[in-house]
């Protein structure tokens, strides 16, 4: 498929560090992804007796996965966004694991042909977060996904829940918004996508091939709900000890503003 209808932040970088993981909104995000993931990377990484091999697809500014180099794993870190990497690579740099990450710049439809022949066992884990809304043909990425990743391997799939823009918008009393059936963000600066996918079609193309999914957690159960900042409110610990309380408890977790998925691959069909 043609890559020009995937989003490229490189005209909107220093807007989306801001907005995505310059305050608390970004805190909680971080907050849910590391919890859910560490007991992951622990116990693969027990069981295999080996550092990871980890894949990074749309990385953006990569947090996880180079706070993951430093731990030992062998990271490669993907983004169509050269300046999105450039900013990565800073962060990596200040960590002192710029020159043990594999960086590749392209779409990642272009990585079959640039991941590096040793990855032919496949990849243990793999983190997708927030790439899925912002591709012309989501679905397209869930072969790759099957490919490239190892048959004890976990999938780390984090996208944007339009459920939750309903809800917002719902609480908000944006009710002509929600009439509208021609509404599209202005995405020449705005970071709510136009093309979202639900839970329910996710689900299904993991099903298709042939994942089991594992765990299921929301990011930003609450926090963005309450326009009225009281109580626990005014304490950004005290609102990230609730996230991670409710983020994984449903019917709690259906309303966060991101759903992460992780899933396994343990059924046939795996990378050959």
């Known amino acids: 498929m043609s890559t020009a209808e995937d989003r490229n932040f490189d005209p909107i970088t220093e807007h989306f560090v801001k907005k995505v993981y310059g305050g ?22 027990r069981q295999l007796n080996r550092p ?19 731990q030992g794993h ?3 870190i993907n983004d169509i966004s050269d300046n999105m990497l450039t900013e990565a690579k800073a962060d990596a ?10 960086w590749l710049v392209c779409p990642y439809q272009d990585l079959q042909i640039k991941l590096p022949s040793e990855s032919v066992a496949g990849f243990d884990l793999i983190l997708c977060h927030a790439l899925l809304e912002w591709l012309g043909d989501p679905k397209q990425i869930m072969p790759f996904f099957k490919k490239w990743l190892a048959p004890t391997g976990v999938l780390s799939l984090c996208f944007y829940n339009p459920a939750s823009f309903v809800y917002r918008n719902l609480i908000m009393g944006n009710f002509n918004l929600l009439n509208n059936p021609d509404f599209k963000s202005d995405n020449k600066k705005s970071l709510t996508p136009n093309n ?21 957690s929301g990011l930003r159960v609450f926090h963005d709900y309450a326009p009225l900042k009281r109580g626990g409110h005014t304490n ?10 409710y983020s994984d ?9 991101y759903i992460h998925v992780l899933a396994l691959n343990t059924l046939p069909g795996g990378h050959i």
């Open 236 to 245: 950004p610990e005290a609102v990230i000890e609730m996230e991670l309380r």
């Open 249 to 257: 408890q449903a019917p709690y977790k259906w309303l966060g503003r």
């Open 24 to 45: 608390l909104k970004g805190d909680i995000r971080l907050a849910v992804l590391k919890r859910d993931l560490s007991a992951v990377v622990s116990d693969l990484s």
């Open 52 to 70: 990871l091999e980890i894949l990074d697809v749309g990385a953006g500014l990569a947090q996880l996965s180079i706070e993951l180099a430093t």
């Open 196 to 216: 979202p996918v639900s839970y329910e079609e996710v689900e299904g193309w993991l099903t298709e091939q042939s994942f089991a999914i594992d765990k299921v």
């Open 74 to 76: 062998n990271v490669t």
């Open 93 to 102: 740099k200040q960590l002192g694991v710029i020159d043990d990450i594999k």
